[in-house]
């Protein structure tokens, strides 16, 4: 998918992060814009913002979780802008504790979100992005699910899902001659809201955490949608985010499982 003027571009988590970022990038490149959030106040002021550049824009309230409503959702969107040629499955949480904190509610609904989102709106939008002829699928992953750290065993096991599952439904798609691209995305650090909206074991962790987010997050919204837009028009498999994520993924090859003591001794210090 070269150009973006005219095609319908279906984004969750569009309330903010990457997923305003990213409908405002389209918006200026002439898309329509099929955006939905939980967060209804953050998803009319993207909403606003992409009508104000000039793009046919129209908000829905969506918990990607619920099975149900995402196969509804398809069809609406579907039935308001007659087709739908990309999808972005954005929208993304995060629970920052030790496995043995955690509780199993809130690992849950990480999984729910983060990975649940994605096959909901994979499985929901698939039909129409084949039916267009040249229908692009961008699910986003993390660094996080390229490598370990501890204290986030929740966000591991969705984003390590959504790698696994979007990579083999990619070979699945190229081998049955489906006419649709796929995307799987791994931001690094990004100036988000994800770490200040987590669930964490104690809020004075929360507020140590966020502060160290903050200073180590080097790559903004606006610039990670950027970099997922070029990906798509490079038809790249596995599009990373951030020199933060270049380069981390590229120590992990290098040190092999030494890898896993190299983030062990730092962790030791940054966490606990």
Sequence with gaps: MREFRGRVAVITGAGSGIGRALALDLARRGAQLALSDVDDYGLAETVRQAERIGARAKGYH??????AAVLAHADEVVGDFGRAELV??????????????????????VMNIDFGGVLNGTKAFLPHLIASGDGYLVNISSLFGLM????????????????GFTESLRQELRIDGHPVGVSCVHPGG??????????????????SLSSAFDRIAGTSAPAAARTIIRGIQRGQARILIGPD????????????SRFAWFTEKISRRAMY
């Design 62 to 67: 969506l918990d990607v979780a619920d099975r």
């Design 88 to 109: 972005v499955n954005n929208a993304g949480v995060t629970a920052t504790s030790s496995f043995t904190e955690t509780d199993i509610t809130d690992f849950d609904w």
């Design 148 to 163: 370990t750290v501890p204290r986030q065993t929740a966000y591991h096991a969705a984003k390590y899902a959504v790698r």
């Design 190 to 207: 990004i100036k988000t809201n994800i770490v200040n909206n987590a669930r964490h074991s104690t809020p004075e962790y929360g507020k």
């Design 245 to 256: 994520a270049h380069a981390l993924n590229v120590l992990q090859a290098l040190l092999g």
